[in-house]
């Protein structure tokens, strides 16, 4: 009996400690905010920024050489519930005050394409759509049907720039294809929020089943034989669909004639809540996937394992021309002042085509890497660990991405040969050091509630 009243007496400290913790970041005053960091750097001929020197200058396109920056960020949904994130004050959590920082952030990536994850359909407007379009943006979302309509991936685009010529909503994906006004080039952007957690085969699907979404998109610009899809142990090959009114949504739709169009560039990008060795990275980078390429540490291999995205062909990973010490993670859970542990993580990706499989180099319209941007700079390091996020200067639990690209379609056309196309695939840093598994606990995953899923 004793023993449970010191075991009740312990728990309640332990609350009011937790509680008194609370209270005194909740009466804390708000730091000033210290101005951004602005050190840029060159990697592989790629300037590399710093939030306060983006967008970067001395870059300039030209007509038949556009440049395209793209940004992805996970905003962290309106009405997220904050369990277990004690190091988070009330005030911090209100989006009142987060999409002020939001709407701040978006604004000063200077993004033509923005790719958002967890926006709330129910309120998109209010959030985000209204504010945007006066900033000259319009939208196109994934599908709400076929699952929970709240939260889901949105890209704005640039409407003075880009038209949107065709698009294909999926449930945690959505694909369209924009035309840059100027010089007519075409480009697929995919914006991601794949499946959390334990669950690599379900990510695996989803990759797969966008990679087959920008194949067959891909094939209707190719001249060449459509290349078939590798059959599975099994020997079975699953019966191909009629493609549905919703493939073709925009102008031009079933007859669209695309035969004498440059084929687009590609890019995906989003919160792929994956790490780099999972399968659903695996297959963005490869562009194919085998069962015998399967780790059964990731799970019972799905039914349609097999594939190869024959014209799209494999993606790079923008961020992999830094090393392991300099990568950025992208997520981070806990916070020091709290004495939680600090997870941190790659999580968030940009993958881009520098060129396509089985389309000639004068028949696509290529990208080379021209910037990146550091979502924090050195001396935001240190505070991160320690106030942890959100706070009152960052909004989200994840940092936003952005890449400057220059888009061009004829031999020779490009401003500057990007160093990086000299790089292998599996440049070394590619996942960063806070991208290895043992940083989530071994085989566990971080859920958003930040526990380890094993």
């Known amino acids: 009996m004793r023993l449970k009243q010191l075991l009740l007496a312990a728990a309640a400290a332990y609350a009011l400690a937790a509680l008194a913790r609370y209270l005194r970041r909740e009466e804390e005053e708000e730091p000033e905010e210290e101005p951004e960091d602005r050190e840029t750097t060159t990697v592989h001929g790629v300037q590399v920024c710093d939030p306060g020197a983006w967008p970067p200058e001395g870059i300039a396109g030209r007509p038949d050489c556009p440049l395209v920056a793209v940004a992805s960020y996970n905003t962290l949904r309106r009405n997220y519930r904050f369990r277990g994130h ?17 709407l701040r952030q978006l604004e000063s990536f200077k993004a033509d394409l923005l790719c958002l994850q967890e926006c709330e359909l129910r309120s998109l407007e209010e959030d985000f759509a ?87 998109r891909m094939r209707e610009y190719a001249k060449t034989p459509e290349t078939p899809t590798p059959r599975s142990s099994s020997g079975s090959r699953s019966p191909r669909r009629s493609r549905s009114p919703k493939d073709t949504k925009k102008p031009g739709g079933p007859t669209e004639d695309l035969s004498n169009e440059k084929a687009p560039a590609c890019i995906v ?5 994956a790490f780099y060795d999972d399968p659903s990275v695996r297959l963005f980078k490869t562009g194919h996937m085998r069962r015998n390429m399967w780790n059964p540490m990731d799970g ?12 799209v062909g494999g ?7 830094l090393d392991e010490e300099s990568r950025p993670f992208t997520y ?28 000639r180099e004068e028949d ?42 220059e888009m061009s379609s004829s031999p020779g056309s490009s401003i500057a040969s990007s160093k990086v196309s000299q790089l292998p695939r599996s440049q070394a840093g590619g996942g960063g050091k806070h991208n290895r598994r043992t940083m989530a606990g071994g085989r566990g995953e971080l859920n958003k509630a930040g526990k380890i899923k094993s």
């Open 300 to 311: 019972e291999p799905p039914r349609r394992l097999d594939f190869r995205a024959g014209h």
């Open 364 to 405: 696509g319209t290529r990208l080379t890497l021209r910037a990146l941007r550091r979502p924090f700079g050195k001396s935001r390091r240190k505070p991160l660990a320690s106030v942890g996020i959100p706070n009152g200067w960052h909004p989200s639990d994840h940092l936003p991405l952005a890449a400057l690209f």
């Open 315 to 321: 993606l790079r990973d923008a961020y992999c021309i």
């Open 269 to 273: 990008c989003g919160d792929m809540n």
């Open 130 to 216: 209204e504010p945007l379009r006066k900033l000259g943006y319009d939208f196109v979302t994934a599908d709400p049907k076929g699952g929970h309509d709240h939260t889901k991936p949105v890209i704005f685009y640039d409407k003075s720039r880009f038209a949107m010529t065709w698009s294909k909503p999926k449930s945690r994906v959505v694909l369209a294809e924009f035309r840059e006004k100027s010089s007519g080039d075409r480009i697929l952007v995919a914006a991601c929020h794949l499946q959390g957690g334990n669950h690599a085969p379900t990510r695996y699907n989803q990759a797969r089943s966008l990679m087959k979404a920008m194949d067959s």
């Open 86 to 102: 004690d190091w988070v004050p009330g005030r911090h959590r209100d989006f009142g005050h987060r999409r002020s920082l939001l």
């Open 332 to 359: 981070q859970y806990g916070s020091e002042d709290c004495k939680n542990k600090v997870v941190r993580m790659v999580v968030d990706y940009i993958f881009y085509a520098e060129r396509k499989e089985n389309v």
